[in-house]
T-cell receptor, first 113, second 116 residues
Framework: QQQVKQSPQSLIVQKGGISIINCAYE??????FPWYQQFPGKGPALLIA?????SEKKEGRFTISFNKSAKQFSLHIMDSQPGDSATYFC????????????FGTGTRLTVIP | DTGVSQDPRHKITKRGQNVTFRCDPI?????LYWYRQTLGQGPEFLTY????????KSRLLSDRFSAERPKGSFSTLEIQRTEQGDSAMYLC??????????????FGPGTRLTVL
């Protein structure tokens, strides 16, 4: 059973546009929600993360919006650049126990010049 | 480079052979995780160490898989009697001990395993 559901599976955006990727979760015990960026043949790189005590977090061109009541969170990439072309994964983890991450299925983003 | 390192980066083996992968976490990170990632999917949790203690194992970690972290430093993941279904990227991640950042996991480049 997929604990974190991610959409869309793929996304094509014009350079300078806004890329939006959405995720939803069911387990209310999750309290940490990171986004990872992965290039082909590389390991995932931590991009930005949020905890449920805030509804939004911004770092440079990347923003996470978090809706606790809807159990949804999203990544917004402003002024998308060709160098942003990669696969993006949302994830979630719990405070207790191993804190292992449950990943979404990924979104392949292509930014065209 | 002070990031997580993994060795080897690529491994091709024949079905039935044993393979061993190594992970060196970021210095002073006491938590270490192994994940497996198949093509087109997100990483899936395999096992977790806090210092030298293996505290959690996923149901994905069959009896053919074993992991160790002697002295709480580097870790090894061994797969015995490999099967074609074991072909995947094996990722290692580590996280720091402080209470606020312990969720932040930093991944290594992975070991790509191909079982022929």
């Amino acid at each position: 059973q997929q604990q974190v559901k991610q959409s869309p599976q793929s996304l094509i955006v014009q350079k300078g546009g806004i890329s939006i990727i959405n995720c939803a979760y069911e387990n209310t015990a999750f309290d940490y929600f990171p986004w990872y960026q992965q290039f082909p043949g590389k390991g995932p790189a931590l991009l930005i993360a949020i905890r449920p005590d805030v509804s939004e977090k911004k770092e440079g061109r990347f923003t996470i919006s978090f809706n606790k009541s809807a159990k949804q969170f999203s990544l917004h990439i402003m002024d998308s650049q060709p160098g942003d072309s990669a696969t993006y994964f949302c994830a979630a983890s719990k405070v207790a126990g191993a804190n292992n991450l449950f990943f979404g299925t990924g979104t392949r983003l292509t930014v065209i010049p | 480079d002070t990031g997580v390192s993994q060795d080897p980066r690529h491994k091709i083996t024949k079905r039935g052979q044993n393979v061993t992968f190594r992970c060196d976490p970021i210095s002073e990170h006491n938590r270490l995780y192994w994940y497996r990632q198949t093509l087109g999917q997100g990483p899936e949790f395999l096992t977790y160490f806090q210092n030298e203690a293996q505290l959690e194992k996923s149901r994905l970690l069959s009896d053919r898989f074993s992991a160790e972290r002697p002295k709480g430093s580097f870790s090894t993941l061994e797969i015995q009697r490999t099967e074609q279904g074991d072909s995947a990227m094996y990722l290692c991640a580590s996280s720091p001990p402080d209470s606020y950042s312990y969720n932040e996991q930093f991944f290594g480049p992975g070991t790509r395993l191909t079982v022929l």
